[in-house]
């Protein structure tokens, strides 16, 4: 449903004014809790709020909700962004992503608007005409929404794809299987595989009759578990039921698994680590025998995110961080240990990113500050660069192990999707035709500028890219979003800016900083800001907010800053260390009462990368780093707007409504702090067009009402 079909209340249209300091909040009694922590007492004014089936609190939430859309649609620039979001949106040709080759048989998603959820889609050979062999919008009853397609597993025949779905941002992931050439959906469903905590994996058997995969454990009353993930083993035609277990037992509750196999399906290995933000172990194994750990954390490969390996022939390479912080490739021979491997790639300027098997050798996807390189290494001892645009990312890497087809596909800020193929005898692109188009907006125009921002602490130098229009003001007044992350060695990288287009249009500016805690330089780059360093991210921050209004781009007056989950964190940091710094905030499903995060279902995951309360070392950083205990009443914050899921998995919706009420309470700014929880939505993964389009309208509108 579009924002201009959501009907606020009257009472709530009626609390809207001329500005911003007419608003009145929905009322919050305080119930204070106290909380002991190694003899230090912790006030809590608000944990009522963390009860999502409490009736008050379900009544505060919609409430503060109506209110923040009230506020939204009453600004003048409303109709404007929802207008030409939508037509930014719909006027968007085809986009295909995703791309998966075996067998001649190109799998990739497609999504074409205004079809709410992208559909699963395979053509014969590059050239072949395309066939839907999945749409998730059909047979959907009138008024449900349509399901998102997660995770897409080829067979390595090509013959067949285990896929999950899963419905309402809920991350609750079932594996399903379609046969590539009919589009004949098998009946095995195999739900609770996996999302959300921890990531659903699958490995094909090399016959294609059956395949390995995640599954979580159920308790003993017949809940599902959301810990204690396991590896099982599925044959196609039985009941899921008689499944056999496989691997997974005794390792940690916080286990998250990716699968890797040789493409004859000889050999398979379990990569596997303790939560999120840290290196993990691999176990391999004969396909059928028992799994043996080759490697340990220390190598330094992988993360919950990926595990930055892949099989090329029968030999596992794996990109290790152990000696050098940009990582090096090494190669193991079946069987081999870690300590027995070759180093394939050595340490470089580069940080290496990626292994993708092709025919003849391997590519590397390759990272300079964020921006993407790619890098060919022949079997025959050949290597060559790829000659990628500057300031891109390569979004598709794939080859067809059985042929000779190598695609690559990139986007740049100005850029959409756009797929090439790789000719390695003349180290060259070759366009394929097959590529996103946006007619709505000439991105040609866009200018695009990089620069090295040094730090506050005087030790790294931050990149910053900005994207702008010929003649935005250059007087410190431009409007200008700042986005970041920061968190988990998480890569922030050029993308196509699309519905930002609108902004740009009106005389903004669009900027992203990489700044430490990230993997834009490696693993080094990311442990700068872990655990009690945590703060350089928000400094780092900081200091690109000043480069930004020394330089000609949007000043303290007229700079906003963005960023979602973990980057949500950054930004409860970021507002309550230098809130004169400034003048809006956007933050989405964040983290914000650290002290409290370990006790949710997600939240154990994260202890490597925030620390823990368990321990009373740790637990005095936290305290510290915690946005929700240094809300200080009477400080002039800055306009906020915080959005979350009813239904998230990953970050409790109760962070946003603790620290929305915090804010509201606290600041002397006068400028709004606002709460949007959105019903039927999650994490943000599998939102719909719709959705969409409501996020980014509410986006730009919230900017463009607070930086001008």
């Known amino acids: 449903m579009l924002l201009r079909r959501v009907l606020a209340t009257a009472t709530f249209l009626a609390l809207l004014g001329a500005s911003s300091a007419a608003l009145v909040y929905p009322p919050t009694p305080v119930h204070a809790v106290v909380d002991h922590y190694f003899g230090h007492a912790v006030v809590d004014p608000y944990r009522w709020l963390e009860n999502p089936k409490d009736p008050a609190v379900k009544a505060w939430a919609a409430r503060q909700s109506a209110l923040t859309l009230s506020y939204l649609r009453a600004q003048p620039s409303f109709p404007v962004y929802l207008k030409r979001v939508g037509a930014l949106v719909r006027a968007e040709k085809t986009n295909r992503y995703g791309l998966q080759i ?257 025919h003849g050798g391997f590519l590397t996807s390759d990272l300079d500050g964020g921006d993407a390189v790619a890098r060919f290494f022949g079997a025959d001892g050949s290597r060559a660069t790829l000659p990628l645009p500057p300031q891109s990312t390569l979004t598709e890497a794939a080859a067809d192990l059985s042929g000779h087809d190598i695609i690559v596909g990139y986007v740049g800020y100005g850029t959409p999707n756009t797929w090439l193929r790789y000719d390695a005898a003349h180290s060259r692109l070759v366009p394929t035709g097959i590529a996103e188009t946006a007619p709505a907006a000439d991105f040609s125009k866009f200018i695009v500028r990089r620069a090295l921002v040094p730090s506050l602490d005087g030790l790294a130098k931050i990149p910053v890219e900005t994207v702008s229009l010929p003649g935005v003001k250059t007087d410190g007044t431009a409007p200008t979003i700042l986005y970041a992350y920061g968190a988990y060695g998480i890569v922030t990288q050029p993308f196509f800016l699309g519905t930002y287009a609108a902004f740009l249009e009106r005389g903004g500016v669009f900027a992203q900083a990489m700044i430490r805690g990230g993997g834009e330089y490696g693993e080094a780059w990311h442990l700068a800001a872990v655990h009690a360093t945590k703060y350089k991210s928000s400094d780092d921050l900081a200091a690109v907010a000043g480069w930004l209004g020394t330089h000609g781009y949007g000043n303290a007056k007229h700079l906003g800053i963005m960023g979602g989950s973990a980057g949500g964190y950054l930004m409860g940091l970021a507002l309550t260390r230098n809130p004169d710094r400034y003048r809006a905030v956007d933050s989405s499903v964040g983290i914000y009462d650290q002290l409290r995060f370990e006790l949710t279902p997600n939240g154990a995951y994260n202890t490597p990368e925030f620390g823990t309360v368990k321990d009373p070392a740790q637990f005095a950083f936290m305290l510290k780093l915690s946005p929700y205990e240094h809300v200080v009443k009477g400080r002039a914050y800055p306009a906020v707007l915080m959005t979350t899921g009813e239904n998230d998995p990953r970050v409790d919706p109760y962070n946003s409504r603790k620290m929305i009420a915090r804010l509201q309470a606290a600041s002397s700014s006068g400028y709004p702090v606002l709460l949007w929880q959105k019903s039927g939505e999650g994490h943000g993964f599998g939102n719909s067009l719709d959705q969409l389009v409501n996020d980014r309208t509410a986006t730009l509108t919230w900017f463009e009402s607070q930086l001008r």
């Open 102 to 358: 075996a067998g001649g048989h190109y799998l990739y998603m497609r999504e074409t608007p205004p079809q709410e959820q992208p559909v699963l889609v395979v053509r014969d050979g590059l050239h072949g005409a395309e066939r839907v062999i999945f749409d998730p919008q059909a047979n959907v009853p009138k008024g449900q929404a349509a399901p998102a397609i997660e995770s897409v597993y080829l067979s390595f025949d090509g013959s067949k794809v285990a896929f999950t779905t899963q419905p309402g941002g809920s991350e609750n992931e079932t594996i399903h299987v379609v046969d590539t050439a009919t589009g004949t959906l098998a009946p095995d469903t195999l739900p609770d595989s996996g999302g959300g905590t921890s990531p659903n994996a699958v490995l094909w058997d090399g016959n294609g009759n059956g395949f390995l995969h995640t599954q979580w454990p159920h308790n003993p009353d017949g809940s599902v578990s959301s810990a204690h993930i396991e590896i099982w083993h599925h044959t196609l035609g039985t009941d899921p039921s008689t499944d056999m277990y496989v691997f997974g037992r005794g390792l940690s509750p916080r286990a998250e698994y990716h699968l890797l196999g040789s493409a004859d399906g000889k050999y398979q290995a379990a990569f596997e680590t303790d939560g999120d933000g840290v290196h993990g172990s691999i176990y391999e194994r004969t396909a059928g025998g028992t799994f043996t750990r080759v490697v340990t954390p220390d190598a330094g490969v992988g993360d919950s995110g990926d595990a930055h390996s892949a099989y090329v022939g029968d030999r596992l390479v794996v990109i290790s961080r152990k000696r050098a912080s940009a990582g090096e490739a090494i190669g193991l021979d079946p069987g081999a240990t870690f300590a027995q491997g070759k180093v394939l790639v050595p340490a470089g300027p580069l940080v290496i990113d990626e292994i993708v098997p092709v």
